[in-house]
């Protein structure tokens, strides 16, 4: 099993910048990939960002691209996702989640074995 939780969320103003957290613990030896995902009330979940445990590889979605970075501690098992110039549509629950599987895509939500509860982000125009 791998246990995943969030920290990191808040209220912002636009233009702002927050970091979240995602500390993973258990079984971390058999994470292949870490993604983080955000909905938004009355909207389904959205791929954001993931990258590889071994932090060599990123992949991001249009929505993330050029304003969020997806970065991994490998010593403290924590990925976390740097969020810049943020808007009012970033708005959402963001969670973090984690692929087992080698060769899975990362920007599927159901591909992901394991999820975080969420942390909410605000922002506020």
């Known amino acids: 099993q791998v246990q995943l939780v969030e920290s990191g969320g808040g209220l912002v103003q636009a233009g702002g910048s927050l970091r979240l957290s995602c500390a993973a613990s258990?079984?971390?030896?058999?994470?292949?990939?870490m993604g983080w995902f955000r909905q938004a009330p009355r909207k389904e979940r959205e791929f954001v960002a993931a990258i590889s445990w071994s932090g060599g590889s990123t992949y991001y979605s249009n929505s993330g691209k050029g304003r969020f970075t997806i970065s991994r501690d490998g010593a403290k098992n924590t990925v976390y996702l740097q969020m810049n110039n943020l808007k009012p549509e970033d708005t959402a629950v963001y969670s973090c989640?984690?692929?087992?599987?080698?060769?899975?895509?990362?920007?599927?939500?159901?591909?992901?074995?394991?999820w975080g509860q969420g942390t909410q982000v605000t922002v506020s125009s």
């Open positions: 989640a984690a692929i087992t599987r080698y060769g899975s895509a990362w920007n599927i939500d159901a591909k992901y074995d394991y």
């Open positions: 258990g079984h971390t030896f058999r994470i292949y990939a």
